[in-house]
């Protein structure tokens, strides 16, 4: 299984709501990572995940809550958005510790924010 | 810091014409260089890699060689098909897992 999976594949939330996405893979990788891209422009790093560990944190606000329960699943809880936060959401997934990981994406979840 | 640049697109070609995109980067160390090609509507898939001077990395038809002395990581095709219509993204991984993207090249192959 080389696959990462996403949910949901679109999403539609107002400013005052509470949602969550997910990420999963079964390739056993202990890096997990979650990207923004917003149109024309390149992925931008949100999170990294080493070993279920938060290592990277790209200075996003506190509105989106990552969260990694297992060495499977990621998550992005995100409340009180702003429209300009819509955008692709990407999730990845990477061996760790080697030269050239090869980073793993999944669909994306795009976010809309009304 | 590190940094790529990619040639900017759309790139519109026909049907079995010659493909370059070109990629010049920036980085300490030694980096580690790819192209992730993303289709219409779905993620990012690794095309190519390579992971020291003067290798090559190929898929698809696709090439890329990884030139120290000129900092450039630039991807060909010989003959374009439409299915190749995408934008293309040059990276690099210096250290730590993270990548540094280039600005993608939005390539449209007309039959």
């Known amino acids: 299984d080389t696959e990462v999976t996403q949910t949901p594949k679109h999403l539609v939330m107002g400013m005052t709501n509470k949602k969550s996405l997910k990420c999963e893979q079964h390739?056993?990788?202990?890096?997990m990572y979650w990207y923004k891209q917003k149109a024309k422009k390149p992925p931008e790093l949100m999170f990294v995940?080493?070993?279920?560990?938060?290592?990277i944190n790209e200075s996003v606000p506190s509105r989106f809550s990552p969260e990694c329960p297992n060495s499977s699943l990621l998550n992005l809880h995100l409340h009180a958005l702003q429209p300009e936060d819509s955008a692709l959401y990407l999730c990845?997934?990477?061996?760790?510790?080697?030269?050239?990981?090869?980073?793993?994406f999944g669909p994306g979840t795009r976010l809309t924010v009304l | 810091g590190n940094s790529v640049t990619q040639m900017e697109g759309p790139v519109t070609l026909s049907e079995e014409a010659f493909l370059t995109i070109n990629c010049t980067y920036t980085?300490?160390?030694?980096?580690?260089l790819f192209w992730y090609v993303q289709y219409p509507g779905e993620g990012l898939q690794l095309l190519l890699k390579?992971?020291?001077?003067?290798d090559k990395g190929s898929n698809k038809g696709f090439e890329a060689t990884y030139r120290k002395e000129t900092t450039s990581f630039h991807l060909e095709k010989g003959s374009v098909q439409v299915s190749d219509s995408a934008v293309y993204f040059c990276?690099?991984?210096?250290?730590?897992?993270?990548?540094?993207f280039g600005g993608g090249t939005r390539v449209l192959v007309k039959p």
């Open positions: 990276a690099l991984e210096a250290a730590g897992n993270k990548l540094t």
């Open positions: 390579a992971t020291k001077a003067d």
């Open positions: 390739m056993g990788h202990r890096a």
């Open positions: 980085a300490t160390g030694y980096p580690s």
């Open positions: 990845a997934s990477s061996l760790v510790g080697l030269v050239s990981n090869e980073q793993f």
């Open positions: 995940y080493s070993y279920e560990k938060l290592s």
